[in-house]
């Protein structure tokens, strides 16, 4: 049971486990791969978007100086009314965000949330951090004409909070002036925030998406394998149920065999026990012949009750139990079992079990149900015998041999009888083709049903000269 | 020793075999076993034994059956009582074998006294046999030393006719009759007429 259970849950595992892996991937790619990415271009975005709008601020200064320069206003007036214009030049999502413009000395010029700081001098001015970072605008400026410079600076119009800022500045050479524009590192971020936020919503709609459609994958992938393993659960059933039935069948026709074999031993224990009871008086001595005469009573019981257990074994209708047995000895004991018909039908039978070492043959484990196999042994061997019975009494041979390869067994079961013709060499494996008049007709095919059940193969061929070799093959067990 | 009882025991099962023998000889019996109808009859020379025999033979055997040996022996008109072991699936066959002149039958498994007892009335009808055919013997001898006339007014005499009507008959002198009637008696050897009579009836019983 618990093997079972252990089953299912892999099985259940083995379907559930790769939605998942799927999913997580996807959403491992969106949050560590992409998101950085898109961070990346909303950072560059933003900026690229401050330089465009330094260059606007930039031009409406130009446009002041031009007017400066053609004479129609004053170095003054162009500077006072420019510096009006770009103080109430505004953008950003609030209409909040601003320009200022401070002189390369450097010294305030024009800031709309800073008043205050107008004309003031700022080459001394640092944010939080210490930073100077007027003058290092100016040094910006001087250097490239135009950059961008990071710090810490009031939240737009409110001074109470001070947050990281990175600015673009552009200098303006003929005033010698320095405009700029800054974006909030903030303002970046949440803009980030609330598209993961997004990004998340569709990423669990995705995977609830996916979770439905696999869990719906999942239950039709354990549905099917419910009923096929209660399919292969009930074809094992109708194996089992059909050998039974066969068996029943072979022990029908054996019973004259079977009494026989029984009143053999019976006879001699008889007669044995017999010639005591007439013979023995009271105070007789115990003589050595007494003795054996018991003995061999004894071996003669033990003899008649393998029969019977044999018998009784044969007969039964069990679950499937498979054990590690010697395929040899399942061999021997069948043809223990068939050794009264083919000494009565004169077959000279010969068994050559596998590798065998100088006192006996080393067995072949297998891990199978026995009395499954040894009706299939017994099957074949009949079959044989049966064939065999065409043939002038003097020359009927039956060999039966076993082998290993690797991590096979395979039985050979051969005899010199009128064999089976080519065509017929599969047909014999279906059911109702039997040719014999007494026979179920299932006896071949359920043999390979039974073998193909153990994990092997059946198959029959001709033999080298004449006669048929039905041979079969089991998994070894080490 | 030449005239004690054999048994010829043919059966194919070593314990069963073992088993008879022992029985047969706890009552030393002559036993001689064969594993299988071929065998006995390759081994078995008939009138070689001038004592009483007699066969056990199992029904079921490898190769000839019980019934088979039976039928060859009838065959070859060896006449051997037999005495038939069957298994008790095989009682129809039994029966079969005690129609064609076995002599009994015993359903296996069966105790040691009764295949005892079988075997005693197979010798004993062996015994019988080999009486008979003594006597059989002798007559025959004594037979062949009539002449042609004197078997004829032998069988005259069976028939109960005179002498005078035999003389009739045959165109003889009465005389002459008497005298072949007086060499009739004493070749072949009976004290009077009537143990004559008895003679020839008996020996035309065991012509059948």
């Known amino acids: 049971l618990n093997w079972k259970i252990i089953q299912v849950k892999a099985s259940f595992w083995r379907i559930v486990l790769p939605p998942i892996f799927t999913t997580l991937l996807f959403v491992s790619t969106i949050f560590f791969l992409i998101l950085p990415f898109i961070e990346e271009s909303i950072v560059a975005r933003k900026r690229e978007m401050i330089s465009e709008l330094v260059s606007v601020a930039w031009n409406n200064l130009q446009f002041f100086e031009q007017l400066e320069s053609t004479g129609r206003l004053s170095r003054h007036e162009a500077q006072q009314q420019a510096r009006e214009q770009i103080r109430s030049l505004r953008f950003g999502p609030e209409n909040s965000d601003y320009f200022w413009i401070n002189d390369r000395h450097p010294r305030m010029i024009m800031h709309p949330y800073r008043p205050d700081l107008e004309g003031q001098d700022l080459s001394q001015y640092s944010d939080p951090n210490g930073k100077f970072l007027f003058s290092e605008m100016v040094t910006v400026v001087e250097n490239q004409g135009a950059g961008f410079v990071d710090y810490m600076w009031q939240w737009k119009d409110d001074p109470s909070r001070v947050v990281p800022k990175i600015s673009y500045v552009r200098g303006f050479e003929p005033w010698g002036w320095v405009v700029g524009s800054g974006i909030y590192i903030e303002d970046v971020k949440m803009e980030i925030a609330s598209f993961t936020r997004h990004l998340v919503w569709v990423c669990v709609g995705i995977v609830g998406i996916i979770m439905i459609l696999g869990s719906v994958v999942v239950q039709q992938g354990v549905a099917s394998r419910n009923r096929w393993r209660k399919a292969e659960d009930e074809a094992r059933q109708h194996l089992l149920r059909l050998s039974h039935l066969s068996r029943l069948h072979t022990m029908k026709t054996m019973t004259t065999e079977i009494a026989h074999q029984i009143d053999q031993p019976l006879g001699s224990i008889l007669l044995r026990s017999s010639l005591c009871t007439d013979t023995l008086e009271p105070g007789d001595p115990v003589t050595p012949e007494l003795i054996e005469n018991l003995e061999e009573i004894s071996v003669q019981v033990e003899r008649t009750s393998r029969i019977v257990k044999r018998i009784r074994s044969f007969s039964n209708l069990r679950e499937l139990g498979k054990t590690r047995v010697d395929l040899n000895i399942i061999i021997s004991g069948v043809l223990d079992f068939l050794e009264f018909e083919t000494r009565k039908n004169q077959i000279n039978l010969d068994f050559f079990p596998g590798k065998t070492t100088l006192t006996a043959a080393e067995p072949i484990w297998v891990l199978v149900d026995s009395t499954l196999v040894e009706q299939v042994v017994l099957n074949i061997v009949q079959n044989a015998i049966e064939a065999l019975g065409e043939c002038p009494s003097e020359k009927r041979n039956l060999t039966i041999r076993t082998e290993v390869e690797g991590d096979t067994a395979l039985v050979v079961v051969a005899d010199n009888g009128p064999g089976i013709s080519d065509d017929r060499l599969e047909s014999v494996f279906e059911p109702f083709t039997s040719s014999k008049n007494d026979g179920l007709g299932i006896g071949l095919s359920l043999c390979r049903s039974i073998v193909e059940e153990h994990g092997g193969r059946m198959w029959a061929g001709a033999g080298p000269s004449q006669g048929s070799i039905f041979q079969f093959t089991l998994p070894v067990e080490c | ?208």
């Open chain 2, 1 to 208: 020793m030449k005239s004690d009882p054999i048994v010829h025991v043919v059966e194919d099962d070593e314990a069963h075999q073992s088993a008879i023998c022992l029985i047969l000889d706890s009552v030393r019996l002559g036993t001689r076993v064969y594993a299988s109808a071929q065998q006995f009859l390759q081994d078995y020379e008939p009138a070689r034994h001038e004592g009483p025999e007699c066969l056990v033979t199992d029904v079921r055997l490898p190769g000839m059956s019980g019934l088979e040996l039976q039928n060859t022996l009838l065959e070859q008109k060896i006449l051997l009582p037999t005495v038939v072991i069957s298994g008790h699936a095989d009682v129809p066959i039994a029966v079969e074998a005690v129609k064609k002149g076995a002599i009994d039958f015993i359903e296996k498994p069966f105790r040691q006294q009764k295949l005892l007892d079988a075997i005693q009335v197979a010798l004993a009808a062996s015994e019988e046999a080999q009486k008979q055919k003594a006597s059989y013997l002798k007559f025959q001898s004594r037979l062949a030393s009539l002449t042609g006339r004197q078997r004829e007014v032998m069988n005259f005499m069976i028939d109960g006719k005179p002498n005078k009507k035999i003389a009739e008959e045959l165109g003889l002198s009465i005389k002459t009759v008497e005298q072949h009637r007086s060499l009739v008696m004493k070749n072949m050897e009976a004290a009077s007429f009537a143990e004559l009579v008895q003679i020839v009836l008996e020996f035309e019983d065991s012509q059948g």
